[in-house]
């Protein structure tokens, strides 16, 4: 099972407390996704950041609602990877 | 260089969508003067959607990028710049990104006169910690974020960024006189006390220009932001190819 969630690299220099906006999921669970497909899109800092699906697989779990927040390294869904 | 004609704010949304629609491989860049007002809502803005009272004249449009609403109009000076993922100018995150941008901004406004300058997340925190003013978080100008511009402790320039697999688009609206808040606060449904309020957290370069028609201002800043970012965009370009 792998954890989707929003890359490191978009909370550099964003002040400790500061949570994102879960904007839209584009995929509901049970759907069948390739790697590199947006799944959701955040707002961190003003900023609109595409979540796309790391490998092949079916999501299984949705773990941050829509138009709820979540904090830096917290898992949005859970994805089972194909094959 | 020949300012651009003032557009509707329909082309600058239109243009951004187009810039992301595919991989970006340039940087490519535009200023927005603005024909008429529109109100341009950040992407989370939906629930400020019901509140909106009819207007005839006055465009409703959204954005890809977040923050708040944004009263576009021939007092403000739109940018929107396109750049590829691995641009250095993109690397170290997108607070990193805001930087490159707030201070480019801040040099071209101190070049006509305005003493602006963009405020890191360290200032930010000081400031938050002794500000006594209230925040108007539904209006992009009504808060700050990592370095956005100012002059003195008043908001001149705000930023927003979408970042995606095709590449990284950052908005600026710069105030060049001051906007019609009433008009944006009667309009989402806000009290009459925002408008004052964005009256008071806001500046604008005319008032550091008097003599200078907005044209004028919005013509000397488009030429100047063409030259920062250019040069900006070339050396960062150069380290690109060398690494």
Known sequence: MINVALVDDAWKDVDAGVEALLDTWQVREGDAVKQGQTLAVVVLVKTSFDITAPVDGIIERILVAKEDTFKRGQALARLKASG | ?243
């Open chain 2, 1 to 243: 260089m020949p300012a651009p004609e003032p557009v509707p704010a329909a082309l600058e949304q239109r243009w951004n969508d187009e810039a992301l629609a595919r991989q970006v491989t340039q940087p490519a860049w535009r200023a927005w003067p603005y024909q008429h007002p529109a109100i341009v809502l950040g992407r989370s803005q939906r629930s400020l959607q019901s509140g909106i009272e009819a207007q005839d004249s006055l465009e409703i449009l959204s954005r890809a990028s977040g923050g708040g609403a944004v009263l576009v109009g021939p007092w403000m000076l739109g940018l929107s710049v396109a750049l590829p993922n691995e641009h250095p100018v993109a690397s170290g995150g997108a607070v990193n990104t805001y930087r490159w941008l707030g201070e480019g901004i801040a040099r071209v406004l101190s070049q006509i006169g305005v003493d602006a300058w963009a405020i890191s997340p360290a200032a930010l925190l000081a400031h938050r910690a002794e500000s006594s003013s209230p925040v108007v978080d539904w209006a992009c100008f009504g808060s700050l974020s990592p370095w956005e511009v100012l002059v003195g402790k008043r908001k001149i320039g705000g930023l927003a960024q979408v970042r995606r697999r095709q590449g990284i688009l950052l908005v600026a609206g710069i105030l060049i006189q001051a906007p019609q808040w009433k008009l944006l606060a009667d309009c989402l449904g806000k009290p009459a006390m925002h408008a004052h309020c964005l009256s008071e957290l806001t500046t604008n370069c005319a008032e550091f220009c008097p003599a200078m028609p907005a044209d004028q201002i919005a013509a000397r800043l488009t030429s100047l932001l063409n030259l920062e970012i250019q040069a900006a965009l070339t050396v960062k370009s150069a380290l690109l190819l060398a690494a």
